[in-house]
């Protein structure tokens, strides 16, 4: 947490000339973090846990972390999935303005991120949670257009109103309970009686909710994800709606406990409003031409089927929920980066606009085809992974009526990715995208044309296949020792110990 917190504090205090330096403290600021968390897996996988009591605040409260098998799986996918941002922006954000502030608060978004992966305590998820929910504002605004003020104003709105409801939550917990710090049991007891219990776990749905997009808590995302720059994009997209779904499987298994969640019966309903939030954002997502404002309605879905699986209380349920954040955050990830190539180099960002792009972008496309199909949940890659485990998980509760919306989703999502893919490829009107209309006449004379690797930066390539590379691993190799299937089962038979 301390490097990017420091090399992004660097960048702040460094001359504006300084930019290779400002890039090259971005790149080891992402950089670090990860490979420090990848030293911490092997432990994990042990169930050996690193606590660290930071600040005591009172006799009985401390900022504490903790590095447990959860805390790796989001932590070290926020690492790497900054550092393809941080990498890619090399190429994107080069000669455009305000630079220090972009490199200093991607940094500190980090830092605050990884906060909110290893805190060992309601009151230190709550802190870094906040610290990322307002400094992620300046990378929401950063193009100043008034598009991205209103979304940033809008995005500031919904977050502060949702830290209103977790504050709320902590204090009643730490009044009723005399304690705040997650255990595999759950620290809240029926004794504290079940309407009390019910107005809790709702008020920490509603705050946590806002962040991860469940319906009609998802406003800000349609409206933050095209405004902000494609990096920027990829992260909010990736991470930090997964950090709202992060916080509600903590207060889910951490706080609550599954046998008490299921004993009040509060997992239905809200697998019920998770299902919902799939099937209507995946509709609305097929009625924007917008690419980026399509892809951020399928953020608004994909982040339900987390809220699905743990809502489902069953081990194979909670196993696709937890590892749909890793293959999400890499399957949306290099879905954002492959539309900002097209920002960038093509000025293209209507799906309108992209007959025969497919031809012009070979390499940029193909990996936009692949992580479609990845996150339609095609075999072997990683999103048929989570959606399998999904479904089996669906079964495992009796619950068939969520295995048919998991197919729906999956269908609804081929409805809005494919459409792309299609003309991208089989509509070849080249003129529209390409300076010389005598491309147009036929493939070969297409191919004649610069290529791909000459108009579009390696700094922009190369986290696109970093992206891509991890969605095949993550599918073909899903239970290799130290991914996130080996490291969540490692804690699913704790959470789950009832």
């Known amino acids: 947490m301390f490097t990017p917190f420091l090399t992004g504090s660097i960048i702040f205090l460094t001359s504006k000339s300084f930019l290779k330096l400002k890039e090259w403290l971005a790149f080891l600021g992402s950089l670090l973090p990860f490979i420090f968390l990848l030293l911490i897996i092997p432990l994990s996988l042990r169930n050996v846990f690193l606590v660290t009591p930071i600040i005591r605040i009172t006799p009985d409260i401390w900022l504490r972390f903790r590095a447990d098998q959860l805390a790796l799986i989001f932590g070290s996918t926020a690492a790497l999935l900054w ?53 992620s504002y300046p990378i929401i605004a950063h193009e100043e257009t008034p598009e991205a003020l209103a979304a940033a104003k809008k995005y500031l709105i919904y977050v502060i109103v949702g830290g209103v409801f977790i504050f709320l939550g902590l204090v009643i917990t730490y009044f009723l309970c005399g304690t705040q ?30 962040k991860a997009a469940i319906m009609p808590l998802h406003g800000w995302v349609p409206d933050a994800h095209p405004a902000a720059p494609a990096p920027a994009s990829a ?47 995946s509709i609305l997502a097929i009625t924007q031409d917008n690419l980026k404002r399509r892809l951020a309605y399928s953020t608004i ?46 000025d293209k960002r209507n799906v309108s606009e992209m007959n025969g792009v497919g031809y012009a972008y070979p390499l940029t496309m193909g990996a936009f085809t692949l992580a479609a199909l990845a996150l339609i949940g095609t075999p072997p890659m990683a999103g048929f992974v989570s959606k ?21 989703g999956s269908l609804l999502c081929a409805g809005y990715l494919l459409p792309v893919v299609y003309v991208s490829f089989f509509k070849k009107e080249a003129e529209e995208i390409l300076s010389e209309p005598a491309a147009a006449q036929n493939k070969k004379s297409i191919e004649k044309l610069e290529p791909e690797v000459d108009k579009v930066p390696w700094s ?30 490692v804690t699913v038979k704790k959470l789950l110990s009832f």
């Open 181 to 210: 710090t997650f255990t595999e049991t759950g620290i809240m007891s029926l004794s504290i009686g079940k309407t009390m219990l019910t107005f809790i776990f709702l008020v920490f749905i509603i705050g946590f909710g806002v």
């Open 83 to 135: 550092f393809m941002a941080s990498l890619y922006s090399w190429g994107y954000m080069k000669g455009k303005e305000h630079l220090t502030r972009f490199y200093g608060f991607l940094l500190l978004n980090l830092s605050w991120t990884l906060g909110v992966a290893l805190a060992g305590n309601l009151l230190t998820l709550y802190i870094f949670y906040e610290l990322l929910s307002i400094s």
């Open 460 to 489: 922009m390539l190369v986290p696109i296949f970093i992206g891509i590379s991890a969605v095949i691993i993550l599918g073909i190799c899903a239970a290799l020792y130290g991914l996130p299937i080996s490291l969540a089962e």
């Open 301 to 346: 879905g994909q982040m339900s089927y987390v809220v699905l699986g743990i809502s489902l209380i069953t081990p194979n349920g909670f196993l696709g929920g937890v590892v749909h954040i890793a293959n999400h955050a890499f399957m949306k990830g290099t879905l954002f980066l492959t539309a900002g190539v097209l920002i960038k180099t093509a």
């Open 235 to 281: 992260l909010l997209s990736g991470i930090l709606v997964a950090a709202g779904a992060f916080g509600i499987i903590r207060i889910f298994y951490n706080i609550f406990g599954a046998s008490l969640v299921q004993k009040l019966q509060l997992n239905l309903p809200l697998a019920y409003l998770a299902s919902l939030t799939i099937i209507v954002s």
């Open 388 to 408: 399998w485990l999904l479904g089996v998980g669906t079964l495992e509760a009796s619950q068939p009526l969520f295995l048919a919306v998991l197919l729906l």
